[in-house]
Structure formats: structure tokens, C-alpha cells
């Protein structure tokens, strides 16, 4: 335990705001509107090995520079047992590319094969504590929060990535294993609360 | 009449942005030689931090005799640099400002540890190079006015 706390110190050194590391997830039975149609719930997404929630939008330039990568990263881990979600919490009012029309059109164009949902009043954004878009929480299998940041170092520069933060969480509790690094951070546009 | 024209547009036009790593705008900070700095990370597409801007540049036009200066660092990407120039010249700004350069968790972390890294973000330092405050998100007038005044008066 010491051995490990020492060699992500880097990691413990400055945790995040929001939820806390061993966590469930908060709200998880609020019903959120699905670019489908569909009312979901987190509870209903879960998956066998874990959970992806990720706070996103249609309009802020970081989401839209890691988005790709989102739709290749929970494309894949949906088909390993993780289940993902993609929660819009901005209000529309404040940008109207963030509306359900836009949500709609961005999961058909990204290839979404995974939720994309309305969190209408910010009620999950809130008890989450997620105060940026994009912001990811990874839960494992015993629907404990495993991960908590940014996607990976380099929101711009696809190719120039060194640290695949996001894609070595998932590995790790696709396959059962502790995360390595639990808690990261990015630049990021504020999450527009109702 | 074509080069008082050109002479108006270079003493208008912003100086380019300098790359800068957290270290080196920290450097900055002290080099500045002030008695309040005022850093403030900011980006074009960020709805606030464009709505604060001219309350920065107005702090820094009333508190520049009194020995405050004003750092601005973008966050916007390396290839927005263009997007940057343009928004600091609309704005009149004729003093050398920041884009960040590196790692997001190191720049976040070198400012605040409790920064999450959403924007605006704006820190406060005293003459000697310590953060004395961080305000995060949209900020008023008001705000820095007295966060810079609490610096001044313990200075």
C-alpha cells in the first residue's frame, strides 16, 4: 500500500474536486433522455466489468478535439463488458448547439454505439461534482469509482498522446485489474448548469 | 496617409503570444517586479472568460500605477494562436501575454492544486511570488478589485 502510494504520488498529490475514489455513483436511477428516445438510467447502463460516465457536450472545443477518441474508447470497451454513457448536462439555453437536435446528429456522425443522454436540470452533472466538459468516472465491477479525469495528455494532438489514461483505466478493470492512475486533469469548458 | 495608417495598425497590434510552460509564466510572475500579479488563463471559445476580459484590462488600467500587472495566459491550442491575436487585438491589448505550452495536469497543478482545470481561472500573487488567492470561473470587477487590494495592503 505504501509502495503504491508512493508511486502515484504524483496522482494523490492533487486530487480532484468532485466525486471521491471508492464512491458509487450518485443519481444513478435518475431517468435521462437517450438521442433514441429512450429514458435511461446509469443503473441500466452498468455493465458486467464497470461503468463509463462521461460528461460531454456538442459545443465546447475540448470535447469536440477528444470526441473521436471518446467514440473509439466506448465503442470498443461496450463490446468488454463496460457499459457507457455519455451525459450532456449543459443547458441548451446558454449555447443551443448543446440541444437534443445536436446531440442526436453528433452520436449519429461520431458513430456513438453507446448512450448519449439529456441530464436535464444538471441533477447527475451536480451530484457528481463534474464541473468540465469533457470529465470521465470509471467504475468497476463492483460499481466502485475507479477513475476520475481527463481522457488522455493531449486534447489536441491525437498522435503526440504519451499518457493513455482513459484507455489503460478501462483495460484495467475490463480485465479485472487496480487502476494505476486513479485521478487526472485537463483543461476544460465549464459545465453550463441549469 | 498609408504609413500614419500602418503606424496606427503596429502600435495597436497585440505582440504575439509566448509559449510559455506554468514555469516559465511563474517566472514571469516574479519578474514582473510588481507588488500584485494578476494571472489570468483564459481561451477565445470560453463564453466567461471573454465576458471578464475587459474587467481584467480595466483593473490593470486603474492599478497599474500602484504597482499591479496583469499576466494573461491562453489556453487555447497551438493552432488557435491565430484566433488569440485577433481576439487581444479587438480587445487593445498591447502588452506581451502567455499561450500555455505543455502538459495540462503539470499546468493545472502549478498554479492550483485545487484547480480542476475548468475556465476562467485567475490567481493572485504578491510581490515575493506567492499565490495569495484563486478565483475560479467568471469573476467580477469587484472580485479582483478586492483580491488585489488584499494583496496591496498586506504587501
Redesign the interface.
Known amino acids: 500500500m505504501w509502495m503504491r502510494a508512493v508511486l502515484f504520488g504524483l496522482a494523490l498529490?492533487?486530487?480532484?474536486?468532485?466525486l471521491e475514489l471508492g464512491a458509487t455513483a450518485p443519481k444513478a436511477d435518475v431517468k435521462m433522455k437517450n438521442v433514441d428516445g429512450r429514458e435511461l438510467t446509469i443503473t441500466e447502463i452498468a455493465g458486467k466489468q464497470g461503468t463509463l460516465v462521461i460528461f460531454t457536450c456538442n459545443h465546447?472545443?475540448w470535447a469536440k478535439?477528444w470526441e473521436e477518441r471518446i467514440a473509439a474508447l466506448g465503442n470498443e470497451y461496450a463490446k468488454r463488458g463496460i457499459g457507457v454513457i455519455a451525459v450532456n448536462a449543459n443547458d441548451p439555453k446558454?449555447?443551443t448547439a448543446d440541444g437534443f437536435d445536436g446531440m442526436v446528429e453528433r452520436s449519429k456522425q461520431r458513430g456513438f454505439q453507446f448512450a448519449y443522454v439529456v441530464d436535464s436540470g444538471s441533477t447527475v452533472a451536480k451530484a457528481f461534482g463534474a464541473?468540465?466538459t469533457p470529465e470521465v468516472f470509471l467504475f468497476d465491477a463492483g460499481g466502485k469509482l475507479v477513475y476520475h479525469g481527463?481522457v488522455d495528455?493531449n486534447?489536441?494532438n491525437a498522435s503526440a498522446v504519451k499518457q493513455h489514461y482513459l484507455r489503460d483505466a478501462l483495460e484495467s478493470v475490463a480485465t479485472g485489474k487496480p487502476v494505476a492512475v486513479a485521478e487526472?486533469?485537463?483543461?476544460?469548458?465549464?459545465i453550463k448548469y441549469y | 496617409m498609408l504609413a500614419t495608417l500602418l503606424t496606427a495598425l503596429i502600435l495597436t497590434a497585440p505582440p504575439t503570444p509566448i509559449a510559455a510552460t506554468p514555469a516559465q509564466v511563474l517566472a514571469a510572475v516574479k519578474d514582473a517586479k510588481a507588488k500584485a500579479v494578476v494571472v489570468n488563463i483564459w481561451a477565445t471559445w470560453c463564453i466567461p472568460c471573454r465576458e471578464e476580459f475587459p474587467d481584467l484590462l480595466k483593473l490593470r488600467q486603474a492599478y497599474r500605477d500602484r504597482g499591479v500587472a496583469l499576466l494573461l495566459v491562453s489556453g487555447d491550442f497551438g493552432s488557435e494562436r491565430q484566433q488569440v491575436v485577433d481576439f487581444l487585438a479587438e480587445q487593445g491589448v498591447d502588452f506581451p501575454t502567455y499561450l500555455k505550452s505543455g502538459d495540462d495536469m503539470q499546468f493545472i497543478d502549478a498554479f492550483d492544486p485545487a484547480w480542476s482545470g475548468t475556465l476562467p481561472a485567475t490567481f493572485i500573487y504578491d510581490g515575493a511570488g506567492r499565490r495569495r488567492a484563486s478565483l475560479f470561473g467568471k469573476s467580477s470587477y469587484t472580485q479582483f478589485e478586492a483580491k488585489v487590494l488584499e494583496v496591496l495592503k498586506g504587501d
Open positions: 498529490a492533487a486530487p480532484a474536486a468532485g465546447c472545443p478535439a446558454t449555447n464541473e468540465r481527463t495528455d486534447a489536441e487526472t486533469k485537463a483543461l476544460g469548458c465549464t
